[in-house]
């Protein structure tokens, strides 16, 4: 059983029903509360209904606890004061928390006093669906007797469209997907009926019913389409090109799709035309193109060229450090040697293109002789107490250099220029020595002269505060593949020069049952790195 809120706007909207096209507007101004009786005329006067036997159901207002409860108290002082959009909002939010059916008759009344009939006819028909025994079946009468009433106010909307899933929306408010399961009712009027679907063009239209009790609309979407038709007219033998490519001579009509192109025409003996085009979905755009004519054929400049052209000249300086292991025949290890040096060179060559530089150098150059010039030999001062081994004490030291390299310039025509190369030469390394053998007492001087070759690669970079005139840092460095930093006789390092037992005599050398050390001394490894700078003039 209702409460007697509802109760009374039910047994008012049946009255007023019976008089429906007098009393209409009678509906939507029923407070859902209680009224105070009318004085007259007697037959208008609303009498509660008897109450419910106590076996039956409980009042609304009993049944509701919480905040169910509240939300529908709230609701009857917001309808009893008009707010019916409002009172229609707490009255949901209480059916929500508590299911009872009884709500929906309230929340009908509530559409129906916004003049929404359709929604009236819903929400009752949930009504009598879902009430079971809390509904009387004088409440159940009632009910039916004003949709019997309000149904004449609604229409049945069919609404058929030719894409499933399409979705559906009927005065801003979704009703569902396509197809619908029948038709929607829909207050008599004009509808805004909207249909949307991803890759179609959206359907909105607005559509009068209430000409008959049923209505239909068929939608056809009309899938979206992202292109343009382009027409070009140019001259007769133009070349026509779009992004690049070539499509037509003369005249065009071409479908592309939407967005930005670029289109260009080209003829010989006429200056070239290019734009930048804009196609939107749809679109039919025309574009006419007039070429004009040069006044001579274009041609490049030739740069003046000489008889030196491109020939480049350069000079370099640096300081550099070799570095050599070695040891002679008898020694247990190796001697490791490190010398300075500083070069002086030149290098001529050609430019093959800007970029790259094939050239012949040569350097000469000084190495420190303050110990043994790089030479794997013992030094001029004892190692150890007792020291019997040669002493050597250079007194020159000179190297001389050749070679070839191929460097390539990363940005030959800037101010900047990195590059990067190899070369390959042969090193020739010239000293003189004195030497002293402390258990003998004899001093003799010789000569150590080596060669090697020697690969390597180097990296620079140029500044050419003009453009013929350049000058940088470079560093170049590799191996020595030789006799670089190996002495030529015997090398006893530091291992004793006489040795027990017989063999080669070395005359007063070695005292008697012992032999001479002769053996020949190598080289396990030889390297080098040189830093330096260099300029250079290329010959217009």
């Not at 490049?300 to 008889?307: H, K």
Request: aromatic letters at 6%; one cysteine or more; glycine letters at 12%.
């Amino acid at each position: 059983m209702r409460t007697s809120i509802s109760q009374t706007c039910a047994r008012a909207l049946l009255t007023l029903s019976l008089l429906i096209a007098t009393s209409l507007p009678c509906w939507a101004a029923k407070p859902i509360k209680n009224p105070k009786p009318a004085a007259k005329p007697a037959a208008a006067t609303v009498t509660p209904p008897a109450p419910a036997p106590p076996s039956g159901p409980k009042p609304l207002t009993d049944s509701l606890t919480g905040e169910a409860k509240a939300a529908y108290d709230a609701g009857r002082l917001l309808y009893g004061d008009g707010d019916f959009a409002g009172a229609l909002v707490k009255l949901q939010a209480a059916y929500d928390m508590a299911q009872d059916p009884r709500l929906l008759w309230n929340m009908a009344a509530c559409e129906k006093g916004m003049r929404h009939y359709a929604k009236v006819v819903v929400l009752v028909r949930k009504y009598l669906a879902s009430g079971g025994d809390v509904i009387a079946e004088e409440d159940r009468k009632e009910a039916q007797d004003l949709l019997d009433a309000i149904e004449s106010f609604t229409v049945g909307l069919s609404i058929g469209v030719s894409e499933a899933d399409a979705q559906i929306a009927i005065d801003g408010e979704p009703v569902g997907t396509a197809p619908l399961p029948g038709p929607i009712t829909v207050d008599i009027g004009t509808r805004l009926i909207e249909v949307k679907k991803p890759g179609f063009v959206p359907f909105s239209q607005n559509v009068p019913v209430g000409g008959s009790k049923d209505a239909s609309l068929a939608v056809k979407l009309v899938a979206e389409v992202h292109e343009g038709e382009l027409t070009v007219n140019a001259p007769r033998t133009a070349t026509i090109l779009i992004d690049g490519k070539r499509v037509g001579v003369g005249h065009l009509v071409a479908t592309l799709s939407s967005g930005g192109h670029t289109l260009r025409v080209e003829a010989p003996g006429m200056r070239s035309y290019q734009s930048e085009v804009m196609v939107q979905d749809r679109e039919k755009r025309g574009v006419d193109v007039v070429l004009e004519a040069l006044a001579a054929p274009l041609s490049t400049p030739r740069e003046p060229a000489g008889p030196l052209h491109d020939m480049e000249l350069g000079l370099r300086m640096g300081f550099g450090v070799m570095k050599t292991k070695a040891r002679g025949q008898n020694d247990s290890a190796y001697r490791s040697e490190t010398v300075n040096f500083i070069p002086i060179g030149f290098d001529i060559g050609y430019r093959l293109g800007r970029p790259t530089y094939l050239g012949i150098y040569a350097e000469y150059g000084w190495l420190d002789k303050s110990n043994t010039c790089g030479i794997a030999r013992h030094g001029p001062n004892s190692e150890y107490a007792g020291d019997p081994a040669t002493r050597y004490g250079y007194t020159s030291c000179g190297l001389a250099k050749a070679g070839v390299d191929l460097v390539f310039h990363v940005l030959p025509k800037t101010i900047v220029d990195p590059y990067f190369g190899f070369d390959l030469g042969i090193q020739g390394t010239f000293t003189r020595y004195r030497s002293f053998d402390p258990t003998t007492g004899n001093v003799s001087s010789g000569n150590d002269n080596n060669a090697a070759l020697q690969p390597g690669f180097q990296l620079g970079v140029d500044s050419h505060p003009i453009p013929a005139l350049g000058a940088g840092l470079f560093v170049q460095g590799g191996p020595d593949i030789g006799s670089e930093g190996k002495p030529q006789d015997n090398d006893q390092g530091s291992s004793s020069a006489c040795q027990s037992g017989s063999g080669t005599s070395c005359g007063s050398q070695c005292s008697g049952g012992q032999s001479c050390n002769q053996g020949s001394s190598d080289t396990k490894v030889a390297t080098h790195i040189l830093f330096g700078v260099r300029v250079a003039y290329t010959f217009p």
